[in-house]
């Protein structure tokens, strides 16, 4: 089972488990691709769980859009870059939802 680590720069820090099966393509952002359930740790809010989902980019091939981050809903969704090995993203400094939000993620434990 994959897991997925996210730190934030709004002092909260994400655990994130797969929902469901993604087929892979050969492209380095099909490892992250699904519904994922995320518990978050936050020095504002405590601690939450809900689920995000990971789409790849409609218009750029090497990025993912992460929705309903913070649980704060599907709209206008913080981007990230995926590397190419397909096992760490990058979430550069951007505006979501009147929040600024930077960080990075990793995969974590077996690819099955």
């Known amino acids: 089972m994959k897991k997925v680590g996210l730190l934030l720069s709004l002092f909260a820090l994400f655990s994130c488990q797969k929902d469901e099966t993604t087929p892979t393509t050969g492209d380095p952002r099909d490892a ?5 359930e995320c518990q ?9 769980t809900y689920e995000i989902h990971i789409n790849k980019s409609t218009t750029n091939t090497l990025q993912i859009t992460i929705e309903n981050l913070y649980a704060y809903g599907f709209s206008s969704p913080p981007y990230a870059e995926v590397n190419s090995a397909g096992t760490a993203f990058n ?10 939000v930077q960080g990075t993620g990793s995969l974590l434990g077996s690819t099955t």
């Open 32 to 36: 992250f691709v699904a519904a994922w």
């Open 40 to 48: 978050e740790n936050s020095q504002l809010n405590g601690t939450s």
């Open 91 to 100: 979430i550069a400094s951007q505006v979501y939802l009147g929040n600024v």
